[in-house]
């Protein structure tokens, strides 16, 4: 038995951090797990006629102190939208933990974490419990705008912060793999993490296979249940068709069919 | 505290709250969350002869007050599921009965005597009822000829409990449910998902890789519970009801229009805690109303 | 502004959008909302040859996003309708048609032959699927030769536009749909609402008089879908698809699916502005898609 | 065309009247049109996955001048609780004006309306609505206990008030049917209202026709639509089966079917 748990947490707070991201904090009844970057929690959307299904988020900070886990949100659409309109004293009913988190870098290794759109949160929790020196970790996060950014400016002390956007307005013009850390030096690094769109996660891992870096991703695929019954969250794999929610979300791209 | 034990021809029940195959993978998945011990019991998730990788992706589509699936069964095929899934699970205090499922009636044959070898297995669900297969499946179940064909020869090579899983995608559901019966069925479990299909509007495509697939949820209870009702007048044999069960009052409706037990399916994806919820609500239920068995409440309806 | 014209045979519509019989009354009730000429069509309250009290009270019941209906064709007949209805409702600057029931064929017939003298009628809607009646009714339309008998009959006597509304109940919607066509049907609507039933379990009672009743909403939408992407590959005569359509995207993928035309049921009593915001919605989107003509929505979707 | 209409009003203010009812104001985008005693509203009811069909509520107050438009929402399930939690500054939806109201008393006619549950609001409406002067009105509201009871004080103004209760907790003990209005000199009404259970006011129907009263009573059969197209909400009378919706709710007991 047991180390799944479904539970009604507490909103403690509900900042928003720009036009389409909010972070959520919500206090758990009971003692919570150790949970890693990469793993998520499985949320239900209350008070709307229109969700039938729970909404996958990974969890973005874990505060074991105050027993409080803390994700956020991308609003994409009527589900995101729904939980983003909490407020503080609201319970919401979480599955947890959920999915495997990625492998940690080893004693001086150096990481570039890639983050995008709605696959922010894992990277900047990566940074920040990587174990590594701030010099040994470089966070790459891409956005279309300057406006689509959120202020990350405390992950400065975890490590080098770098931005792209499609339009110019932050950091450097074009995709995340148009940044001189992916055109120059990307063989320097001993592990490339990366979450967000699949457009995004796949252009890294093109990059990362032809420099040789070796290269985890945390897939993102629609999941009706999320802890392994329903095999709806399926990615074909090496080793066959595997589900997202339990033997991922993140996977080596090496283990991936994905055509790049 | 009313006693929940029922029956299933041989199959003793300690209540009548079972999981749904294919919503509870091989029952460890759920043992995470809770004591499986305490259910009814457990429909693994269908079994194949052989390995299947089941469908492409996507395989799922949200739908009001339900969900389309079409996983198109993928499973690692019974040779596998005995050397490396059931001894680790053989030991659970509940019954384990095995979900059946063929492309062909020889398929079914060879599948149930691998079955019927198993000796913690004490029934099997024989599902001719899938929508999500291209072969087989739900092909049998929709004519009374290829219904009665499978369940006679199944019922030849085995000695347990045999349940038959029944499509509700035909005209006359209690038809087919007299025809197992009359081919050695000892039960019918209903219902399957019904066939469906969903659309991205502004990609003009549809949402599932297999175009139509399964759907499940509370949308088809009324549905369900009709088609319980009919079988439940229609046959001797018990039967077992399932389609958009999420609480102990889904579940009730069920047993008073004639099921003896019921299985949480869909459910479990919002909330795996719900079988837990329901078997409580049924025993408060059942004391509220001052009834000593939930065998009274079995077809209870009062029309 | 895109072109919403299309026709179902010799029926001209205005737009795509039009209301489905039982939940628009006989036009003047939604016409209280709003000018009904804004409408594709509206498929008038189911009538019978001579009065039908209906089914008693409760006849309704809330489902997860739907509702079971067990109205039983209450209405006051074909003559009452011609004498004091149709007098009151035929400037409508909308085709008005009529939703055709009977116990017989020759019910039918004569039924058929009534409305087809009225001049602001352009086209019936032959009811063989309705579940709430215990003669005639859905009867016909559950098999291949019931749906033919009743479409051949009433082809004979009735020159206009002839469309035959499908039951959902059935193995295969698409076998009836071709049979029905084979007999001369201008179309086919589809889905009727699907035998459903609900419980109260506290007081252990079917909550409608009649027990069973018509499934209707957003609920059956994904199974309406479906059935009208089959029969929309089996025939080559227009469908008019409805089932749980609540909104300018629902309208979108079951033209997409491959209906010429909708009707809102359901939906009127959430909302009767509803069908005014699918057609603003259906413009919309083809502007949004680059498309002159909804025609080049039909049938559409990329599988 | 059309004087049914379906807008979007604000909610102006939520009231808790005792544990179980509560008054909704209600403000109107537009000129609300004339809507007398009896008439109803059939109201969304939103941000819930359990229901589907509106809900009809009679109405209670009409302020032509501010545009609001008050309702007395008893909880009786998930519908109506759902309703009693809106907040001030909340929209909701509202078809209108639905049903036929009472027929107003003649002038100088002596008129008695008899309340119960969640009929509660088309009394004190009459009452107030009737034109009579107080002494002509007598008001008799039921409930199972002191409890249950609204204060209905500011109602003395337009008429006299009575209760009873079925504990004895306030008025007279027992059902309305007990109270000395009934039991001594019913006979000196010119017409008898009710709205309430049905129990209720078949028993108020019972003894109204035993004293040769005119009365009407407010019938609360389930809706679908509430504008007579869904046929879901009839009552057999001696015109056959007629829609409580559009053809009441307001009906004669003469017209009803009912075995009293
Ligand atoms: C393991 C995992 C971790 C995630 N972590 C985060 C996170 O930290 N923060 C965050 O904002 N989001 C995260 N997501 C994505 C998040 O789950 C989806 O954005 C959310 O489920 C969308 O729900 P919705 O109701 O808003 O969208 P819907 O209204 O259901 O859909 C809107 C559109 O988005 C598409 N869509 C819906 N879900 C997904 C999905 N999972 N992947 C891709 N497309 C989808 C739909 O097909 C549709 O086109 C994660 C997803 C997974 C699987
Ligand atoms: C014309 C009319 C005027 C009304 N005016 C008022 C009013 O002013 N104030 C007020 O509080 N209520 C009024 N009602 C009753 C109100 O509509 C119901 O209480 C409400 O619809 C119940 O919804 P629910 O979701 O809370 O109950 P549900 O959860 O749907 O049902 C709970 C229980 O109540 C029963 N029930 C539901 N609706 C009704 C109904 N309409 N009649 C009888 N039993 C029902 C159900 O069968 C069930 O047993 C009126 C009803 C009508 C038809
Ligand atoms: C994701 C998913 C997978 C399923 N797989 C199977 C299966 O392998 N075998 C089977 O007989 N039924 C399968 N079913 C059907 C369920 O067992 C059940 O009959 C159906 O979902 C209706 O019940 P529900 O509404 O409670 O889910 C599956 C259903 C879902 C949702
Ligand atoms: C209350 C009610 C009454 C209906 N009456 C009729 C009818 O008289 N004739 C008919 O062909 N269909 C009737 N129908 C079926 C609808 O026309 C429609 O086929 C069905 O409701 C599915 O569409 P929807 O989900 O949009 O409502 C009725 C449906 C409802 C809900
Ligand atoms: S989401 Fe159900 S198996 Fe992964
Ligand atoms: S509620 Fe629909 S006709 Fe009265």
């Given at each position: 038995?047991?180390n799944k748990t479904?539970?009604?947490?507490?909103?403690?707070?509900?900042?928003?951090l720009?036009?389409?991201?909010?972070l959520?904090r919500?206090?758990?009844?009971?003692?919570l797990?150790?949970?890693r970057?990469?793993?998520?929690?499985?949320?239900e959307?209350?008070?709307?006629s229109?969700i039938?299904?729970?909404?996958?988020?990974?969890?973005?900070e874990?505060?074991?102190?105050?027993?409080?886990?803390?994700?956020?949100?991308?609003?994409?659409?009527?589900?995101?939208k729904?939980?983003?309109?909490?407020?503080?004293?609201?319970?919401i009913?979480?599955?947890?933990?959920?999915?495997?988190?990625?492998t940690?870098?080893?004693?001086?290794e150096?990481?570039l974490?890639?983050?995008?759109?709605?696959?922010?949160?894992?990277?900047?929790?990566l940074?920040?419990?990587?174990?590594?020196?701030?010099?040994?970790?470089?966070l790459?996060?891409?956005?279309?705008?300057?406006s689509?950014?959120?202020?990350v400016?405390?992950?400065?002390?975890?490590?080098?912060?770098?931005?792209?956007?499609?339009?110019?307005?932050?950091?450097t013009?074009?995709?995340v793999?148009?940044?001189?850390l992916?055109?120059d030096n990307?063989?320097?690094?001993?592990?490339?993490?990366?979450?967000g769109?699949?457009?995004?996660?796949?252009?890294?891992?093109?990059?990362?296979?032809?420099?040789?870096?070796?290269?985890?991703?945390?897939?993102?695929?629609?999941?009706?249940?999320?802890?392994?019954v329903?095999?709806?969250?399926?990615?074909?794999?090496v080793?066959?068709?595997?589900?997202?929610?339990?033997?991922?979300p993140?996977?080596?791209?090496?283990?991936?069919?994905?055509?790049? | 505290?009313?006693d929940?034990?029922?029956?299933?021809?041989?199959?003793?029940?300690?209540?009548?709250?079972?999981?749904?195959?294919g919503?509870?993978?091989?029952a460890e998945?759920?043992?995470?969350?809770?004591?499986?011990?305490?259910?009814?019991?457990?429909?693994?998730?269908?079994?194949?002869?052989?390995?299947?990788?089941?469908?492409l992706?996507?395989?799922?589509?949200?739908?009001?007050?339900?969900?389309?699936?079409?996983?198109?069964?993928?499973?690692?095929?019974?040779?596998?599921?005995?050397?490396?899934?059931?001894?680790?699970?053989?030991?659970?205090?509940?019954?384990l009965?095995?979900?059946v499922?063929?492309?062909?009636?020889?398929?079914?044959?060879?599948?149930?005597?691998?079955?019927?070898?198993?000796?913690?297995?004490?029934?099997?669900?024989?599902?001719?009822?899938?929508?999500?297969?291209?072969?087989?499946?739900?092909?049998?179940?929709?004519?009374?000829?290829?219904?009665?064909?499978?369940?006679?020869?199944?019922?030849?090579?085995?000695?347990?409990?045999?349940?038959?899983?029944?499509?509700?995608?035909?005209?006359?559901?209690?038809?087919?449910?007299?025809?197992?019966?009359?081919?050695?069925?000892?039960?019918?479990?209903?219902?399957?998902?019904?066939?469906?299909?969903a659309?991205?509007?502004?990609?003009?495509?549809?949402?599932l890789?297999t175009i139509?697939?399964?759907?499940?949820g509370p949308?088809?209870?009324p549905?369900?519970?009709?088609?319980?009702?009919?079988?439940?007048?229609?046959?001797k044999?018990?039967?077992?009801?399932?389609?958009?069960?999420?609480?102990?009052?889904?579940?009730?409706?069920?047993?008073?229009a004639?099921a003896?037990?019921v299985?949480?399916?869909?459910?479990?994806?919002?909330?795996?805690?719900?079988?837990?919820?329901?078997?409580e609500g049924?025993?408060?239920?059942?004391?509220?109303?001052?009834?000593?068995?939930?065998?009274?409440?079995?077809g209870?309806?009062q029309?």
């Open positions: 038995m047991g479904v539970s009604d947490f507490i909103v403690t707070e509900n900042i928003k720009n036009d389409t991201n909010y959520l919500l206090k758990a009844p009971d003692p797990p150790i949970i970057p990469g793993q998520f929690v499985n949320i959307v209350k008070n709307t229109e039938f299904l729970r909404r996958p988020f990974s969890v973005f874990m505060d074991y102190d105050k027993n409080i886990l803390s994700v956020i949100i991308k609003i994409l659409g009527r589900g995101s729904k939980l983003t309109e909490v407020i503080a004293g609201d319970t009913s979480l599955i947890y933990p959920l999915g495997r988190h990625f940690y870098p080893g004693k001086g150096r990481i974490a890639v983050g995008g759109g709605s696959g922010l949160a894992p990277m900047l929790f940074a920040k419990e990587s174990g590594l020196p701030a010099e040994n970790v470089d790459l996060i891409g956005a279309r705008s300057a689509d950014h959120i202020d400016n405390a992950y400065s002390q975890y490590g080098s912060l770098n931005f792209t956007s499609e339009d110019g307005t932050l950091g013009k074009g995709f793999t148009h940044h001189p992916f055109t990307l063989k320097n690094y001993d592990k490339v993490y990366a979450c769109p699949e457009g995004m996660m796949k252009a890294v891992a093109r990059e990362a296979r032809k420099a040789g870096v070796n290269c985890e991703v945390s897939l993102e695929n629609l999941m009706a249940c999320g802890f392994g329903c095999l709806c969250c399926i990615e074909p794999t080793k066959g068709n595997l589900c997202v929610c339990t033997e991922g993140v996977f080596n791209i090496n283990e991936l069919k994905w055509q790049i | 505290m009313a929940l034990r029922i029956d299933i021809h041989d199959l003793q029940l300690k209540n009548p709250v079972m999981l749904a195959s919503t509870c993978g091989y998945e759920i043992n995470e969350f809770f004591d499986v011990s305490e259910l009814g019991g457990i429909f693994l998730k269908g079994l194949t002869l052989h390995n299947r990788d089941g469908n992706y996507p395989r799922m589509a949200e739908t009001p007050s339900g969900m389309l699936n079409a996983v198109g069964l993928q499973n690692k095929g019974i040779d596998y599921f005995i050397n490396n899934i059931y001894p680790r699970i053989k030991h659970y205090n509940t019954p009965i095995i979900n499922n063929g492309s062909t009636v020889e398929d079914y044959i060879e599948l149930t005597e691998k079955v019927n070898e198993l000796d913690k297995i004490p029934a099997i669900e024989l599902n001719i009822s899938c929508p999500n297969v291209k072969e087989g499946g739900m092909a049998f179940g929709i004519t009374c000829p290829g219904a009665e064909a499978v369940t006679r020869e199944v019922r030849r090579v085995y000695d347990k409990t045999l349940i038959v899983k029944l499509s509700p995608n035909v005209t006359d559901v209690s038809e087919i449910a007299k025809a197992v019966e009359g081919q050695g069925a000892d039960s019918v479990s209903l219902v399957n998902t019904f066939v469906g299909m659309i991205d509007a502004e990609k003009r495509k549809p949402l890789s139509t697939g399964g759907l499940s949308a088809i209870k549905i369900a519970l009709r088609m319980v009702w009919q079988v439940a007048k229609a046959v044999i018990p039967v077992v009801a399932m389609g958009g069960i999420m609480n102990a009052t889904d579940a009730v409706e069920f047993i008073l004639g003896t037990a299985q949480v399916g869909t459910a479990l994806f919002k909330n795996p805690l719900i079988p837990l919820q329901i078997i049924l025993n408060g239920y059942l004391d509220r109303h001052r009834m000593d068995s939930v065998k009274e409440l079995v209870s309806l029309v």
